[in-house]
């Protein structure tokens, strides 16, 4: 009775009982007899090592990056080509990385303090993605001859070239070849010294090892009998795994002693990744000096040797990941059209062999980029219709549609100094000028765009209404809206007057149509910039009018301060011009006397306080009549070096460290030219008053202006400006007109001389850094007549704003 009373007691328990029980078992039975093969840590002064592994033998572990594949013999591969299986590098790893402190002081890692070194400037990498090891994507090598250099080399690089983030182009010197007849221009090429097709293929791939091996995750080969598709090659890359040995490209075969050897047509082009790379060329002298390769072709020697030193384990393939290297031959396609081609294949193909002529190159490559903007129009109108489905499944409020489909909706302003306005024009003019002119004539680059949007407008109303049978023309633009939203592009608004007729009748209907179009914004780009720092040194370039010697003072007052007392490396150049008058009476009465005897006391003052280096201030005199950037800019360019970077400026200029600073870094040799747009202040009468004007320019609307018609401040330098002028010499000289040199260089400005004659970037922006005082400019007509205007529009709206001005006319009513 007691012990069915226990056993009532413990029935709720027993579950858990036979649980436990259970475990136990089990886990008794599942522990191991014996100990050896298990993993051993001895934590001996804190190591811990691994006595055996419970793994075959024939397994080494190493880090995957630097994992080799060794070598091996002929004999070797064929026993091991037999019963071949890959077998991926394992990698053993401790999950417990418990930390250990050493606390016997003999244990402990010896330090060896130099105080010396501590003292060393720590010296960095010149780019953040070398020190943290990031790497480009692709690296393009192209493989020519002399004979075909000048025309398909010529026909890849206008091609194929932009697309890729970097090509070379390899060749090999023959006997008779002169190194002189190669004309590379734009393009990178470098010479081998060997003929033989494939000791140039080991020389293009050794280059890219020595000196890229750390730059790049792929490397890709291709001849230039080949055309590429450049944007299909960067898809290869930019989808497939980097950690990964692979030899892609158009697989092709052949037997020898080694049995069946895989390799990629080099014809075909082909892709090697980096890892591949380091294996291969860690090991290639072993291809070098096997006497039997080197009588083979360059790519059945490169796919054999790939194929011994990896033991196998890597060959050509033509796709990996799902992604195909797709080829096309031209020599097998026969009676073949680009034009017209529409088998899969070739629409499919990455690259195109056989090209033998640098026209069938360029129509290759016009085939493909309407092939890729096809299935980009494709593609929009796929994502609109899927928009359009789920439209109705978004909240309330936000289902309705903007138009085009996909782009942001038009910018929706909160007040009314947000509200974007339209500019108004016809074919002819437009209301939209500079300076508030009410109407102007449309010319430049606004004439170009106005062309191409009313083209663009009536090709799509033909293309449109084309299946109903009409034929549509344009008459007139009655009227035209434009404006740019910058959450959508550049939007237009055209009234046209149009002649509709239908096919195969003659009466024409004259019908008004309005048309709604936009140019949307593009991807945006980030464009590469060449390095550049602030350590170059800038020479101010300062000419001075007798009308200007008011504002010396001032300036060179702020230059001591700015660049004397802070040692900057800034220099100042004085050009004093005269005019014919007053350089006749110069010995008598020298108008810039006072001028220059006020620089030989700044000389003298800093002679003294630094007897080391004084600070000498340099200045030389020219006469003219019509004073000009380029006459000034001529003598002084002369008297320096062609790394020099000039800043011309004028005298009323307020110079300091920041703008100095910005001078160098958005001038940059060979590449940009900086057009600064200083802040100029307004009359001090006008908008002071009777209050003396502070010493420091603020950026407001009431105290001055960005003077967009000023172009006296430049920062270029001086070998930009001599490769300018001669050309602006060269053609000046070409030309059978009346006029002279001289009178040109009258008619031109720096800014003007840029734009016309040089190939550079022309970086023109307001420059808040750089402020100027008060002062009007002396303007001469014999400078050309948009100089002229450019001069009267600067002093004009230099005096003060429009309310100041009004205040100033009707006192009164204020």
């Known amino acids: 009775m007691r012990r069915c009373k226990v056993i009532s007691y413990l029935k709720p328990f027993l579950p858990v009982i036979i649980g436990l029980s259970l475990g136990f078992s089990m886990s008794i039975v599942r522990i191991p007899i014996s100990h050896e093969n298990c993993i051993h840590v001895s934590k001996d002064h804190g190591d811990r090592k691994l006595n055996s592994l419970h793994r075959s033998k024939d397994i080494k572990f190493v880090p995957e990056e630097n994992a080799h594949f060794q070598p091996m013999s002929d004999e070797e591969a064929i026993r091991y080509r037999k019963d071949r299986e890959y077998v991926p590098p394992v990698y053993d790893t401790l999950e417990d990385f418990e930390p250990h402190i050493i606390t016997d002081p003999e244990l402990k890692p010896k330090i060896d303090f130099d105080p010396e070194a501590s003292k060393k400037k720590i010296v960095r990498t010149r780019y953040i993605s070398t020190e943290l090891g990031i790497r480009e994507k692709l690296i393009c090598a192209v493989l020519t001859t002399a004979d075909s250099f000048k025309t398909l080399g010529l026909a890849v690089n206008k091609t194929f070239t932009h697309h ?15 190194e002189n007849s190669l004309d590379a221009q734009y393009m990178t090429l470098i010479l081998h010294p060997s003929s033989n097709p494939t000791q140039i293929l080991y020389e293009t791939i050794n280059y890219l090892y020595s000196k890229f091996k750390d730059e790049y995750d792929w490397y890709y080969v291709v001849p230039d009998g080949t055309y590429s598709e450049g944007d299909r090659v960067n898809y290869l890359v930019d989808h497939m795994s980097i950690n990964r040995r692979l030899y892609m490209g158009k697989p ?8 069946t050897v895989t390799y990629c047509s080099v014809n075909s082009g082909f892709i090697i990744s980096r890892l591949l790379l380091l294996d291969l060329m860690g090991n290639i002298k072993v291809c070098l000096d096997d006497t039997d390769m080197k009588d083979l072709p360059p790519d059945k020697w490169l796919g054999r040797c790939i194929m011994r030193i990896t033991r196998g384990a890597v060959e050509c393939v033509e796709q990996e990941e799902g992604i195909f290297f797709q080829t096309f031959d031209l020599e097998s396609a026969g009676n073949f059209d680009p034009e017209t ?131 549509i023309e344009k008459k007139k633009l009655v009227n035209g809206y434009r404006r740019f939203d910058p959450q959508r592009g550049m939007e237009y608004m055209l009234d046209l007057l149009l002649n509709v007729m239908v096919k195969g009748a003659t009466e024409q209907v004259e019908v008004s149509h309005r048309v709604n179009m936009l140019r949307p914004l593009s991807q945006v780009e980030i464009i590469p910039m060449p390095y550049v720092t602030e350590t170059a040194k800038v020479n101010i370039i300062l000419p001075l009018t007798s009308q200007d010697r008011a504002q010396f003072v001032s300036f060179m007052d702020r230059y001591a301060k700015v660049c004397l007392n802070n040692d900057e490396n800034v220099g100042l150049n004085i050009v004093f011009i005269y005019n014919p008058d007053d350089a006749q009476r110069i010995h008598e009465n020298d108008i810039f006397a006072k001028q220059k005897q006020l620089l030989q006391e700044y000389e003298g003052l800093y002679k003294k306080a630094s007897s080391s280096s004084p600070k000498l201030i340099p200045w030389v005199s020219i006469k003219t009549e019509v004073p000009s950037q380029l006459k000034i800019m001529d003598i002084v360019a002369k008297k320096y070096p062609n790394e020099a970077l000039f800043f011309l400026t004028s005298v009323a200029a307020n110079i300091n460290l920041n703008f100095l600073n910005r001078c160098r870094m958005n001038t940059i040799p060979g590449w940009q030219t ?141």
């Open 252 to 259: 092709l075969s052949y037997q020898d002693r080694m049995g």
């Open 164 to 178: 890729m983030q970097k090509v070379l182009f390899f060749h090999g010197l023959g006997q008779n070849l002169d």
């Open 341 to 471: 081609e529409s088998a899969a294949n070739f629409k499919d193909s990455v690259t195109v062999t056989g090209v033998e002529t640098p026209q069938m190159m360029y129509t290759l490559h016009k085939r493909f980029s309407q092939i890729e903007i096809d299935k980009a129009y494709n593609e929009i109108v796929e994502l609109q219709d899927e928009i359009r489905q789920l439209a109705p499944k978004l909240p309330e409020g936000e289902q309705e549609l903007s138009w085009p489909i996909g782009i942001n909706p038009p910018f929706k302003p909160t007040n009314r100094w947000d509200i974007i306005v339209w500019d108004y024009f016809t074919e002819d003019y437009t209301l939209t000028c500079p300076g508030e002119v009410p109407k102007c004539e449309l010319s430049g680059v606004d004439k170009v765009d106005i062309q191409n949007i009313l083209q663009i407008a009536l090709d799509r109303l033909n293309e449109k209404y084309n299946d109903k049978g009409l034929i």
């Open 674 to 814: 900086f057009f600064p747009i200083p802040f100029s202040s307004y009359n001090p009468e006008i908008i002071y008053k009777d209050v003396p004007a502070p010493e420091q320019i603020e950026i407001k609307p009431n105290n001055g202006h960005f003077d967009i018609y000023s172009f006296d401040e430049v920062c270029v330098y001086n070998a930009d400006y001599m490769a300018a002028r001669t050309k602006l010499s060269a053609s000046v000289a070409t030309q059978k007109t009346t006029g002279t040199i001289a009178e040109h260089v009258d008619s031109l400005d720096i800014y003007d001389m840029m734009i016309k004659y040089s190939q550079m970037h022309i970086f023109r922006a307001v420059e808040p850094m750089l402020t100027r005082r008060y002062i009007h400019r002396n303007c001469n007509a014999l400078n050309g007549e948009e100089i002229f205007q450019r001069c009267e529009r600067s002093n004009a709206e230099g005096l003060a704003s429009r309310t100041q001005l009004a205040m100033e006319l009707f006192p009164d009513n204020t």
